[in-house]
């Protein structure tokens, strides 16, 4: 009734400039946010020039839309006018800067998939930074993969301090989680660049920073490295032990093959050999990592090389032991109490499920991004770990599976026939 009355309602702005298309955006957040979008599309309906009156922070519609996570609200806003996907804020942000600075995922995903918005993956805000740059600075790794999977969007720009986003992804490294270090090693297997500020055009307040960065991060490396070295060493002695223990011990001097172990030659002693000797390979191989990235006679980047790759190949280490201490039991168990054997096997693997399902995904997201990028080989050979893992996988449900079918339990002879009467 109002708007029948006067459509220039539609532009009218309070003390914020604030009009009343952004107000009905705002509604998603309300529990009654269904009729959110039904408002947006009859206040366009009346006046579609909405969509063009910014805010006293320059902030359009499409950008109040984005902070919130409207999806469908910016979906409806384009297909309106779809040239109001370029309209830029006070500081130069197109809706997709505004929506990966809130981490609003969902937008930043409909905007690499839609063809008719590429043109809008490069633009650069005041500072210089693109979409991508904001995905790196805020670490979120979902952001990166949807930006980096579409060819569209240049990897190498340059923003007014110089910085590529593989810079800004340097510069996290210090204080890193293993998000930012996946997020540098994406960029440099797909040959990303680094920018003029880190080409030999660094200036004194950024040296004083990077030599900051390099003493803390040794003092970090010199603390981690201990930890790290009784994790790795305590593993390789008892997987060297269990070597020479073998499950259900081994054949008397009577026996053929006296000396060799009893259960020699069953599935699960193959799996339990090849997951302790695996732990105790990889155990030994992060302790030598650890051990050269604690030389100080060493080159700075290799040590720090050195230092990151040891624990991931100490996880794998705990998971190949944690296998083999779940089939070692099995062996032991299913003659005689196959449930329990079933129980201690089914919680090793959901153990090791919680513990790698994270990184499974990630691992996944960083697969397909690379595959849409470069193609399904860059993919392949970037997670050649998460296929074994899921290769390994299906073997452990496939055993998992034989011995739910296996009979089981202890095997009664047969009945004799009755002695004749003489």
């Known amino acids: 009734m109002l708007l029948e009355w006067n459509n220039d309602l539609t532009l009218q702005g309070d003390a914020n400039g604030s009009i009343p298309l952004q107000f009905a955006v705002i509604t ?58 370029g309209l830029l804020d006070a500081r130069g942000r197109t809706f997709l800067h505004v929506a990966v600075d809130r981490k609003k995922t969902a937008i930043v995903d409909y905007a690499c998939r839609n063809i008719s918005l590429s043109w809008i993956l490069n633009i650069q805000d ?59 090693r994406v960029l440099n297997y797909v040959g990303a660049k680094r920018g003029i500020s880190h080409q030999g055009f660094l200036n004194e307040v950024d040296t004083d920073q990077a030599r900051q960065d390099e003493i803390h991060f040794l003092s970090q490396m010199k603390e981690g490295t201990q930890s790290r070295c009784i994790c790795s060493v305590l593993i390789a002695t008892v997987t060297f032990g269990a070597m020479f223990t073998m499950p259900g011990g081994y054949r008397d001097e ?15 002693f193959d799996i339990f050999f090849m997951t302790n000797t695996l732990a105790f390979a990889f155990s030994i191989t992060a302790t030598v990592f650890l051990m050269f990235s604690g030389d100080p006679t060493l080159p700075l980047g290799i040590r720090k090389a050195l230092f990151r790759r040891s624990i991931p190949i100490i996880l794998i280490s705990v998971s190949c032991m944690m296998l083999a201490f779940a089939f ?95």
Not at 254 to 268: E, R, V
């Open 126 to 184: 005041k500072d210089g930074n693109t979409a991508l740059h904001i995905a790196v600075r805020k670490r979120s790794e979902r952001m990166f993969c949807s930006l980096l999977g579409n060819r569209q969007v240049h990897l190498n720009l340059m923003n007014e301090k110089g910085e590529t986003p593989s810079d800004i992804a340097r510069q996290n490294l210090p204080s890193a989680m293993e998000s930012e270090a996946d997020i540098l």
């Open 254 to 268: 009577h026996d053929t093959h006296a000396g060799s172990p009893i259960l020699a030659g069953t599935f699960a």
């Open 28 to 85: 998603i957040l309300c529990p009654r946010k269904r009729y959110s979008q039904p408002i947006c599309l009859e206040l366009l309906k009346v006046n579609p020039d909405a969509l063009y009156q910014p805010d006293r922070n320059g902030s359009f519609p499409t950008h109040v839309a984005a902070s919130v996570g409207a999806t469908s609200i910016i979906t409806d806003f384009l297909m309106k006018s779809h040239n109001c996907a």
């Open 328 to 422: 070692a039991a099995v062996m032991m168990l299913a003659p005689v109490a196959l449930m329990s054997a079933f129980a201690v096997l089914l919680s090793v693997i959901l153990i090791m499920v919680y513990n790698c399902w994270e990184a499974v995904v990630k691992s996944i997201f960083l697969f397909a991004a690379l595959c849409r990028r470069n193609g399904i080989w860059y993919g392949i050979v970037w997670a050649w770990p998460l296929a074994v893992l899921l290769f390994t996988s299906l073997i452990l449900v496939a055993y998992l599976l034989a011995v739910l079918t296996h009979t089981g339990g202890m095997v009664e002879p047969p009945a004799q026939p009755p002695t004749p009467f003489a």
